[in-house]
Nanobody, 130 residues
């Protein structure tokens, strides 16, 4: 099994930035599709961003475009989520997702689905104050 571990969450003022990290503990990281989702209290899990195993394509939810950037560093088995211009609406637990057995991220419709991913981290809390 793969055990992704997130880090980098915290408290930030509106307009600020944070960079989240997710490290996959086992397996061939270079073959994994990686995604970020978030979940606020009382709300469903929401897609944030995803990146293909090769890093050649990225996908973002509309509200994150232009503010968030997903990237991956193979040498560190890590995927990053750079978040800029944060607003209180971005407050949530951010979860890293790893796609191992599922379909390739051939389009937004696949990349944004929870069922595309096989393993999930515990999440890291992001709180944005107004």
């Amino acid at each position: 099994q793969v055990h992704p571990v997130e880090s980098g969450g915290g408290l930030v003022h509106a307009g600020g930035s944070l960079r989240l990290s997710c490290t996959a503990s086992k397996g061939t990281f270079s073959r994994y599709s990686m995604g970020w989702f978030r979940q606020a209290p009382g709300k469903e899990r929401e897609f944030v961003a995803a990146i293909t195993w090769s890093g050649d394509r990225t996908y973002y939810a509309d509200s994150m475009k232009g503010r968030f950037t997903i990237s991956r560093e193979e040498a560190e088995n890590t995927v990053y989520l750079q978040m800029n211009k944060l607003t209180p609406e971005d407050t949530a637990v951010y979860l890293c997702a790893v796609g191992v057995h599922g379909p390739a991220l051939v389009g937004y419709g696949v990349a944004s689905q929870v069922r595309t991913y096989d393993y999930w981290g515990q999440g890291t809390q992001v709180t944005v104050s107004s």
